[in-house]
């Protein structure tokens, strides 16, 4: 006789015993481990004796996947299970805290649901049946490095009394020195949706909250109440919003005589790495209650912190110190928000009130600036900054000293003073600096004068280092003219001229010459090509003749020679000075000219001349005092000619010596070679439920600006490609008046997607790579099927989202740890035999543990599923299997 038992298998599901009236306030905040892992907090704040406060909260993370999220037990606090009394209060405080680990770079929105909120909110309707939400944005993007979203300091929770201002801050601190701005939003419920009946609380006059400083203000609390209001805090990095927190905050207003404290006026303080700040803080109550204070924010939370002292306080009057000694590490170019907190301890009702301001600490200036003159360059080395990591260096000029009193606040330096940014240097390390004017040559005969600053990563630059200036010495002689006087290419003619030496007639035996030395065109040495006996030092013009100045520049020098005894010598000293020539680059009906020269002068003006196509005449077509030039509205593939007359001015001797040079010719083509302007892509996913159909990705695009309109576009490229990195391919070419088209991948719907616009004459535009990570639900198993030959789900098959998954490692379990099945088949095909002896398995529940291969863009990862599957059989379970 055989002995058959029914096994039962009982799944429990803890649910919550009572939708209990407890979740006040809240906010999830998040820090970066590595990777793509991130350590989540979500902070909650509950009612003390409700029987609803849980040891986990369900987080979903906004890929798909879902948590439950443990409670953090803090030491001490273990026989509360991790909620924390708030003294004086009937709130727990909660954190709950995890980590999570994404599949790669996106958008996610963070949702914390649990149910529900406390009974009697006023600007909630009916809120104890209100599903309590928060939810914060996190992007994962490499590009902009690790992030860590803004700490926020001052709890949410908070009291106010009706008829009188209420402030509240956040107290939002960012560990990275990202920028934070703040804005008023709906309170949120079931799904992280706005709560359709929410209204903002009544106020006697407005309700509106700081978008710089973060500061609540209620001007003033109308009605008698429990009110919830939630903020964004957002955080900026680079322009690109990388974070944003939904806080959800409750304030109780209450009816009192009470008046709450007076804080005095903070105003902002700007202070250089290594000083300290110290102030007191005179706070008074007109009830002449006694007080409390206190203070958060940014300088409590870095290395090396401030200090906050009540120094004495009595009925009315609370006096108190501040004080932070900073150092380097604490210089950054975001302020450091800091919230002052005084509490009043009145018998009614304790008020307070909130002061927040401002400390912004800055980087120190370079030091010890030196200046080394060459014969028309300067060189700058300086001190290598020891304060903070310098990206690198900026280096400002301006002809004259400019002395000015930094105001307290100032970085870098200001335009007001007239000086120019010339250059940086790239690396913290690299403290030199050789100014050449851009290759043009400094100028002899003015003041040189500089300043520096060290600038950062993050944006920042330090305050100016201190003037320094100096003076370029003119040579002997002084070059005055090299201009070109006939344009042919074997009898052109460029025309020297110099200035009278100074101080020479006492050299020698009262005899001179000059020496006339020129390189061509690509050479470097300087051949001697003419001496000039000039016995009054009065001939100093020269024209060099039967060159081909259809070629440039030429280079020349002259040296002064005296005799002595028969002999010749050099007076040291000579000049070298180029021919002025024009370089030029062409677009589409336009080519922009760029006036060279490496001379002792500097042109204040040039006047632009283009030849006539249908004569040798050249026309003036315009002016400018920079050193280049656009000439527009030509015709493309047609060759321009043109030249240039350069109006220069150098001090020599106490006399400013005007002068004008003529350019070599110079040709160029405009060719049209601009691209049409970038279309913005825009990628939405769409996951079908039939494997067979699979998902898709519907791309849409527009111009940037209404300016691209008009641009000579006759088609759109498409492109895409499987990874982040790697060559785009081609997927569909359309028509310049289609702006929308759907990609079915053949594997994952996980891409990067380009879209491209090309214009008549081939010109395409820059790919601006647009990636879509896969937050469909890509694979699935069943959790019951029927291996009873009847032709009906006789097979455990997946569901396989466009055959996206390609392997698995999929282990099946009886009851009793035994494993029946095992495959790396993404599709299962499980006919419900045992792989021990081919015999159908017994009817009931088995569990099952499957590795899931997954390809993302950013490479392959492994998800674990773990479940239960019904199994009927038609077999009897029975003991000994």
Known sequence: MFRYTLTILIILINLPGTFATHNRAGEITYRHVDGYTFRFTITTYTYRYSPANRDRLPVSWGDGSTSQVPIFIEEGFQQYGGHIPIEGTDYYYNRYIINHTYSGPG????????????????????????????????????????????????????????????????????????????????????????IDSYTYPAATDTLEMDEITGDLIWN??????????????????????????????????????????????????????????????HSTDADGDMMTQEMVGGPFETLNPAVFEVDSANPGNIYSHFSWHTECLHARNQPYNVVLKTEDTNDDIHLVDIKSFNIKVLHRAPENLRLSSGVDTIRLDWDVTTCGNAAGYDIYRRKGGYDYQRDSCETGVPTYTGYKLIGKTTGGNINYFVDDDNGNGLVPGFDYCYRITAYYNDGAESISSDEMCTTLISGNPAILKISVIS??????????????????????????????????????????????????????????????????????????????????????????????????????????????????????RYDIYRQNNNSPVFDSVGTTDEQDYTDTGLRNNVEYTYRTIGFGMRPLYNTEYYIQNRSHLATGTPVDTVPPCSPVLIVTSECDSVPEEGGYNYLSWSWPDDSCSNEDVIAFIVYSRDSLTGEFEVIDTLNADRWNTIDFPEGSIEKCYAVTAIDSVRNESPKLPVCVYNLCALYRLPNIFTPNSDGIHDELLSWNLNNYIKRVNMKIYNRFGKLVFETNDPDIHWDGRNKENDKLVTSGVYYYICDVYEPRITGQIITTLTGFIHVYSGEDNIIAE
């Open 487 to 604: 344009d042919d290419e074997n009898d052109g003619e460029i025309e020297l001229a110099w200035a009278v030496p100074h101080d020479a007639d006492t050299l020698g035996d009262g005899r001179f010459r000059y020496q006339i030395l020129r390189a061509d065109p690509n050479e470097e040495i300087l051949q001697s090509i003419a001496f000039i006996d000039s016995p009054d030092l009065t001939d100093t013009t020269y024209i060099d003749e039967g060159i081909n100045t259809l070629v440039f520049p030429y280079t020349y020098s002259v040296v002064l020679q005296y005799s002595e005894e028969d002999a010749w010598y050099s007076v040291p000293g000579n000049e070298i000075a180029t021919s002025q020539y024009i370089t030029i680059d062409g677009t589409d009906n336009t080519l922009t000219l760029y006036m060279k020269k490496r001379s002792p002068w500097f042109n204040y």
């Open 107 to 194: 958008v996610y929105e963070i949702l914390m649901e649990d149910p529900n909120r406390n009974q009697g909110v006023n600007n909630i309707p009916n809120s104890v049946n209100v599903v309590f939400s928060i939810k914060t944005t996190l992007l994962v993007d490499p590009t902009l490095g690790s992030n860590n979203t803004p700490v926020l300091l001052n709890p949410p929770i908070d009291k106010a009394a009706r008829g009188h201002l209420f402030i509240h801050n956040p107290g939002a601190y960012d560990p990275d020195g990202d920028s934070i701005s703040y804005e008023l939003t709906i309170c949120t419920g079931g799904g992280g949706e706005p």
């Open 220 to 281: 003033t609390p109308a009605v008698v109440g429990v009110y919830n209001i939630a903020m964004f805090v957002e955080e900026w990095r680079r322009g690109v919003l990388i974070s944003r927190i939904a806080r959800d905050m409750q304030i109780d207003v209450f009816e009192t005589d009470n008046n709450p404290p007076v804080n005095p006026e903070i105003k902002d303080y700007c202070i250089l790495a290594g000083d300290t700040l110290g102030f007191t803080i």
